[in-house]
Nanobody, 124 residues
Framework: QVQLVESGGGLVQAGDSLRLSCTAS????????MGWFRQAPGKEREFVAA????????YYTDSVKGRFTISRDNAKNTLYLQMNNLKPEDTAVYYC?????????????????WGQGTQVTVSS
């Protein structure tokens, strides 16, 4: 399967910013929609943002609109999530995911490949 690796998580204070990255090993994201999901302790995995292949169409959950930006650099085979004005409720493990179709969805079970996650902790 496609191997995805997230990076860029960390411990920050409310109002700070982080930029998450997700890279694929061994192959490109050609034809794949990409998404970010997160899972807080004791909670279900939830949709955060997604982007179509090759890019240009983006989608966000309401709670991150205006604060987060998803983007992709197909030449670098890398997906990004710029997170600004972080809030304590953003604390979660963030996962990148790839879907073997160009149009993304908000449903985690419709994505085919997943990274291991990167921890984002936002203190108040």
């Amino acid at each position: 399967q496609v191997q995805l690796v997230e990076s860029g998580g960390g411990l920050v204070q409310a109002g700070d910013s982080l930029r998450l990255s997700c890279t694929a090993s061994g192959r490109t994201f050609s034809g794949y929609a990409m998404g970010w999901f997160r899972q807080a302790p004791g909670k279900e995995r939830e949709f955060v943002a997604a982007i179509s292949w090759p890019g240009g169409s983006t989608y966000y959950t309401d709670s991150v609109k205006g604060r987060f930006t998803i983007s992709r650099d197909n030449a670098k085979n890398t997906l990004y999530l710029q997170m600004n004005n972080l809030k304590p409720e953003d604390t979660a493990v963030y996962y990148c995911a790839a879907r073997s179709l160009p149009q993304p969805t908000t449903r985690h079970y419709q994505y085919d490949y997943w990274g291991q996650g990167t921890q984002v902790t936002v203190s108040s």
